[in-house]
């Protein structure tokens, strides 16, 4: 079957670094993206790997290990704004492109 | 450029009774799909439309959800009858072409049912 796998929850200080962890079981995968959701909010898109390797925008930035089937978002300096919840989101060639979901980690920030 | 948006925002209704939510995609983006989060759970993919026609469609839970897409602009996913089951948020989100294209999310309509 397919399936993504992340920490419920992270709690970190502000201005600290924090990484969200994400391994997944796919039949064809095609790359992971990652989105950020407040409260309420629809889901915003941050970033997407289609190669191994660290993609960096900003104080953001995202890691991909195809041969780990593992991922990571990766947030430094925290604000108390990033407080939110984090998916991360296979798109897969087996199931037509379409976007598979983690269950999302909620990101709790402490001053 | 205006984004995603979905009508309405929040909708409780009673099990058994019928609701119609509609998504307007941002103008040129061919590609729409439609998702649900039940509390606590993930984003479940329900279907993808490609300008008017269903590309994939193979998230949709059974045969009470029936979604179109006139003309290939804004789509409409109408429930009937309505299960308790059904509640949860449903997340319209537009892309243009392309397998690796960003996918714009609308803020979702929070649906109750009572």
């Known amino acids: 079957g397919q399936s993504l796998e992340q920490p419920s929850e992270v709690t970190a200080v502000e201005g600290a670094i924090v990484q969200i962890n994400c391994t997944y079981q796919t039949s064809g995968f095609y790359g992971l993206s990652w989105y950020q959701q407040h409260d309420g909010g629809a889901p915003t898109f941050l970033s997407y790997n289609g190669l191994d390797g660290l993609e960096e925008t900003g104080r953001f930035s995202s890691f991909l290990s195809r041969s780990d089937s593992y991922g990571y978002l990766l947030l430094q300096e925290l604000q108390m704004k990033d407080s939110a919840s984090y998916f991360c989101?296979?798109?897969?060639?087996?199931?037509?492109?379409?976007?598979?979901w983690g269950a999302g980690t909620k990101l709790i920030i402490k001053p | 450029e205006a984004g995603v948006t979905q009508f309405p925002s929040h909708s409780v209704i009673e099990k058994g009774q019928t609701v119609t939510l509609r998504c307007d995609p941002i103008?040129?983006?061919?590609?729409l799909y439609w998702y649900r989060r039940v509390m606590g759970k993930e984003i479940k993919f329900l279907l993808h439309?490609?300008?008017?026609?269903?590309?994939?469609e193979s998230g949709m839970p059974n045969n009470r959800f029936l979604a179109e897409r006139t003309g290939g602009t804004y789509s409409t996913l109408k429930v009937q009858p309505a299960e308790l089951e059904d509640s949860g948020v449903y997340f319209c989100?537009?892309?243009?072409?392309?397998?690796?294209?960003?996918?714009?999310f609308g803020q979702g309509t929070r649906l109750t049912v009572v």
């Open positions: 989101a296979v798109r897969d060639r087996s199931s037509n492109y379409q976007l598979i």
């Open positions: 989100a537009s892309s243009r072409q392309g397998v690796g294209a960003e996918a714009f």
């Open positions: 103008s040129g983006h061919d590609n």
């Open positions: 439309f490609v300008k008017e026609s269903k590309q994939d």
